[in-house]
């Protein structure tokens, strides 16, 4: 198919899947996100008042960022252009652009849907950041990665980035209701699901619309007609759909969150073994190593920290490592990181740390700067007071007893260093140190 092809008219085509034929073509019809797109939200006001700006959405998949670009380009008359990341050049970008410059002089709005816009490369990127930032296309971005890493900050700081959530249970019932009551095929097939199965295809759903669409489709593939002419859809059938499913669709994600969250938990809890597995798992499926390896980094520091700092070093040369020589030798580097981190010892106080200090900074008052930990770059700035009493702490053996918090502000203690790895002497030492802190 033609990547820029324009929205197709009848999205109900019965020869579909499931999941296309049951696309929301408007608002009302699109379940989920009503932190974005409920009555007077962001989102959904901007639509309305025809008041929008480039956008990324960002959310894991089956959440609807491509249906709700299509519906954003209809309900707002603009002429749609897809394409996908991973197959797109720039060259496809220039033909976009063209046609929508034609369109502006003709008072037409164009929107470009680019799925996967993480896999863009900096010269792609660079390429949309004239044509977004003149108006003359308005993009629409989806991402199941986090934007801050994979898009680059010119075109970030020219787009509104918008986090879409995974749909509850509730969300999926309605779409999966919907789907039985008024799709023509599963109508015409007669189709019955036990409360058992039901229940067990909202769970294992994960979120993910697409996933519960197609398991639901499969599963009224395997179901056999009874002699009173349904299609009784049990637990059994559910299982095996859904194996099937899994099967078929790995590579392209689906599990992607409970697979990952099983490695993080076991690099996390120091079993390297089992950290492996689930590694050769992701690898096997397609994963992104740099989506394995940024995971690394953060639990470098939430996990492990200043148990053994060398961590937070490890993942990110890992990272690095894994961007310059790529696959599948990188498979190397993610298994030396991922056994590195999982044997390490583990510590979250600097986790805990900073979590504590952020509340503390929302829940009371902001205090002062003391004037003698402030900076006097200049004459009239000392003659007001500024640095002075200021002890600088090399003069006195690296340790000097003066307050560096707020005058108003009840000294606390943020961190608490843990018996593990390095950070037993950490703790020793700030032990030593807090009674000349206190006087």
Request: charged content about 30%; some cysteine.
């Amino acid at each position: 198919m033609d990547l820029f092809a324009k929205e197709q008219t009848n999205q109900n085509n019965l020869a579909g899947p499931l999941a296309d034929r049951m696309r929301p073509r408007s608002l009302d019809e699109f379940v989920g996100q009503q932190h974005l797109l409920g009555q007077g939200k962001i989102l959904r006001s901007a639509i309305e008042s025809d008041q929008l700006v480039s956008m990324i959405l960002w959310g894991p998949p089956g959440v609807g960022k491509t249906t709700l670009a299509r519906i954003i380009a209809r309900e707002t008359k603009s002429e749609f252009f897809a394409m996908s990341a991973v197959t797109s050049g720039v060259a496809d970008l220039r033909k976009v652009i063209k046609a929508a410059e034609q369109n502006r002089k003709m008072g037409k709005r164009t929107i470009l849907f680019i799925d996967e816009i993480h896999r863009f490369n900096k010269a792609q990127q660079d390429a949309l950041l004239h044509s977004v930032e003149d108006g003359t296309i308005l993009l629409i971005g989806a991402t199941t990665e986090n934007p801050s890493f994979e898009v680059i900050s010119a075109l970030r700081s020219r787009s509104r980035v918008y986090k879409m959530e995974a749909l509850s249970e509730k969300e999926l019932d309605t779409i999966l209701t919907r789907a039985l009551e008024h799709d023509e095929q599963l109508r015409a097939a007669g189709l019955c699901l036990t409360d058992e199965a039901h229940a067990l295809l909202l769970k294992l759903s994960a979120g993910d619309a697409r996933n519960i669409l197609t398991a639901l489709e499969l599963s009224s593939r395997l179901a056999q007609a009874n002699e009173q002419g349904e299609r009784v859809i049990d637990r059994k059938i559910i299982e095996e759909a859904l194996q099937r499913r899994t099967l078929l669709y790995d590579k392209k994600g689906e599990f992607h969150y409970d697979v990952i969250s099983a490695f993080i938990k076991s690099v996390r809890g120091s079993d390297p073994d089992a950290a492996i597995y689930w590694l050769a798992r992701m690898i096997e499926s397609g994963e992104d190593p740099k989506f394995i390896a940024r995971r690394l980094i953060i639990l470098a520091s939430e996990d492990i920290g200043n148990a053994d700092p060398h961590a937070l070093m490890v993942a990110t040369s890992a990272f690095r490592a894994i961007d310059v020589i790529g696959m599948p030798e990188g498979r190397i580097v993610l298994a030396q990181a991922t056994t590195y981190l999982a044997s390490a010892p583990k510590s979250n106080a600097a986790y805990l740390a900073i979590d504590e200090a952020i509340k503390t900074v929302h829940d009371e008052a902001h205090g002062e700067v003391p004037l003698h930990l402030r900076n006097a770059p200049t004459k009239l700035m000392k003659d007001f007071g500024y640095a002075a009493g200021y002890k600088y702490p090399h003069d006195f053996g690296g340790f000097t007893e003066q307050n560096y918090f707020p005058d108003k502000t009840k000294e606390r203690v943020f961190y608490k260093p843990t018996e593990n790895g390095v950070e037993k002497r950490i703790r020793e030492r700030l032990r030593e140190l807090w009674p000349k802190r206190k006087r």
